[in-house]
C-alpha cells in the first residue's frame, strides 16, 4: 500500500472515531424525558418509601467504574434537599430487572416524582445541571 493511501486511511478512521465520541459525549449524562411509568414502595429492590418531592434511583453494578462517583454525586443532592430520596439499586446478579426497565449502561438514573411516576431518565453519569433543572422543575409543582 502506498504511504499517501495509507495515510488517508488513518486520518479517515480517526475522522469517524472522533466524531462517534463527539456524539456519545454529547448524549451521555443528559435527561431524557421518561415514559410515564409508574414506581409504587416495593415494586424496586430497595424502594420503601418516595421522597416528599421526588426520588433518585441509581442503578449499577459491582464493575462500574463511574458508578461510585455518580452514587456520591446524588447524595450530596439529596442531603442537601430533606424531600428528596436516594435509593442505589444493584443490577450485577439482576439481569432480568435491568432487561425489563431497558437499562443498557450504568450508571442509569431515574428521577421519580412524589407519586413514583418516572419523570425522567439519565444514561451514564448525570450532568448536575441537567439534574438540578429536573429537580428544580418538579419543586415547583405545588403539593396538593
Same mark, same amino acid.
Given at each position: 500500500m502506498e504511504p499517501l493511501a495509507a495515510l488517508s486511511i488513518t486520518a479517515a @478512521? +480517526?475522522?469517524?472515531a472522533a466524531a462517534? =465520541?463527539?456524539v456519545l459525549r454529547? #448524549? #451521555?449524562g443528559r435527561a431524557r424525558p421518561g415514559d410515564d411509568s409508574s414506581f409504587a414502595p416495593g415494586q424496586l429492590p %430497595? +424502594?420503601? @418509601? +418516595? %421522597?416528599? #418531592? =421526588?426520588t433518585l434511583v441509581q442503578f449499577s453494578t459491582e464493575f462500574c467504574s463511574s458508578c461510585p462517583a455518580t452514587r456520591r454525586l446524588l447524595q450530596r443532592i439529596t442531603s442537601d434537599r430533606e424531600e428528596l430520596t436516594y435509593l442505589d439499586v444493584d443490577l450485577t446478579h439482576d439481569a432480568e430487572l435491568a432487561s425489563r426497565l431497558r437499562i443498557l449502561q450504568t450508571p442509569t438514573v431515574f428521577v421519580l416524582d412524589r407519586r413514583g411516576r418516572l419523570v425522567s431518565r439519565i444514561g451514564g453519569s448525570p450532568r448536575l445541571d441537567a439534574l438540578t433543572d429536573v429537580l428544580d422543575g418538579l419543586s415547583s409543582i405545588p403539593v396538593r
Open positions: @478512521v +480517526l475522522a469517524v462517534i =465520541a463527539i454529547s #448524549t #451521555t %430497595g +424502594l420503601d @418509601v +418516595l %421522597g416528599r #418531592t =421526588a
